[in-house]
């Protein structure tokens, strides 16, 4: 894949990147891993969704696994702040992101009472 296209495919600024010496290549394959985990991802939270609609106390459920072009801005965005926790020769890679991006996929359980929480 081309770098500039990939770059603004993901609106991704090359600058940045410079910045940070962060290499494309390097998000490129973080994406191609992202996608194959994405169907797996919908698959869990559907099923956890499921679970959760038929407790009579829940309103409603919704959930959503996270974008990926989301997923490398923000890989982007939280790099200096992980050069800081880690060391500065740190880098997001396949091993590493998704223990590092906690919010991957979520899931929201709207109920009508707050105390009904613990009980859900």
């Not at 992202?34 to 991802?41: A, H, L, Q």
Request: hydrophobic letters at 35%; aromatic letters at 10%; one cysteine or more.
């Amino acid at each position: 894949m081309d770098r500039n296209y990939f770059l603004d495919m993901y609106g991704l600024a090359a600058q940045d990147l410079i910045d940070l010496n962060i290499n494309w290549i390097d998000l490129y394959n973080i994406l191609q891993d992202y996608k194959k985990s994405i169907d797996i991802c919908d698959a869990r939270l559907m099923y956890v969704a499921n679970v959760l609609r038929q407790h009579p106390k829940v309103h409603s459920v919704k959930t959503r696994v996270k974008d990926p072009k989301r997923l490398l801005q923000k890989l982007v965005r939280k790099t200096p702040d992980r050069r800081e926790k880690y060391g500065e020769n740190y880098n997001f890679n396949i091993q590493n992101y998704k223990d590092e991006i906690t919010d991957i996929m979520g899931i929201r359980v709207i109920h009508l009472f707050k105390e009904d929480w613990e009980e859900i």
